[in-house]
T-cell receptor, first 116, second 111 residues
Framework: AQSVTQPDIHITVSEGASLELRCNYS??????LFWYVQSPGQGLQLLLK??????LVQGIKGFEAEFKRSQSSFNLRKPSVHWSDAAEYFC??????????????FGKGTHLIIQP | KAGVTQTPRYLIKTRGQQVTLSCSPI?????VSWYQQTPGQGLQFLFE???????NKGNFPGRFSGRQFSNSRSEMNVSTLELGDSALYLC??????????FGSGTRLTVV
């Protein structure tokens, strides 16, 4: 069964500093990969996704992520965080061959705290 | 383009009751999937519907069921509610597996 690991439950970063959130997945083949953000009491907003091609993908709000097949990782980065980036971040995968029938498998999430 | 609409936003139910949640996907999206989010278990896949057919189901008891209508709107039903069913229920709409757009969710509290 596929799984997603986000090793950091909480991360605290100073405003203006760089950010990297880690995500590792376990799956037999390369799945489709996603990063979502959730503000308190809200749904999930898609930040970026990776299907194939260039392993560095750009997303919204200045985020980017790099897919590394050899490490089964899909880490999220941002060069300079803003106080509004404080939220819960989820990495998710879905099988490449599922045709859309398989649901997303999510990591447990990383809670991002921004220090002034 | 309207987003994914989930109704109601909040619900309070008593143990043993049943509840029905609704999800209207983005126009043109034929796939709707449902997720349960709790502090302890995180985000878990409930089921997925495509063109009125359930194609996949997560590891949940039979008390959790759903359906999809010809206009792609979907409902999920939970019968004989338990305290542990208290959660945020999220619906996601997709034109395929290349992208999933989530609604704001329905917060269900079972007392």
């Amino acid at each position: 069964a596929q799984s997603v690991t986000q090793p950091d439950i909480h991360i605290t970063v100073s405003e203006g500093a760089s950010l990297e959130l880690r995500c590792n997945y376990s799956y037999g083949a390369t799945p489709y990969l996603f990063w979502y953000v959730q503000s308190p009491g809200q749904g999930l907003q898609l930040l970026l996704k990776y299907f194939s091609g260039d392993t560095l993908v750009q997303g919204i709000k200045g985020f980017e992520a790099e897919f590394k097949r050899s490490q089964s990782s899909f880490n999220l980065r941002k060069p300079s965080v803003h106080w509004s980036d404080a939220a819960e971040y989820f990495c998710a995968v879905v099988p490449y061959s599922g045709g859309g029938a398989d649901g997303l498998t999510f990591g447990k999430g990383t809670h991002l705290i921004i220090q002034p | 383009k309207a987003g994914v609409t989930q109704t109601p936003r909040y619900l309070i139910k008593t143990r043993g009751q049943q509840v029905t949640l609704s999800c209207s996907p983005i126009s043109g999206h034929r796939s709707v999937s449902w997720y349960q989010q709790t502090p302890g278990q995180g985000l878990q896949f409930l089921f997925e519907y495509f063109s009125e057919t359930q194609r996949n189901k997560g590891n949940f008891p039979g008390r959790f069921s759903g359906r999809q209508f010809s206009n792609s709107r979907s409902e999920m039903n939970v019968s004989t509610l338990e305290l542990g069913d208290s959660a945020l229920y999220l619906c996601a709409s997709s034109p395929g597996q290349h992208g999933y757009t989530f609604g704001s969710g329905t917060r269900l509290t079972v007392v």
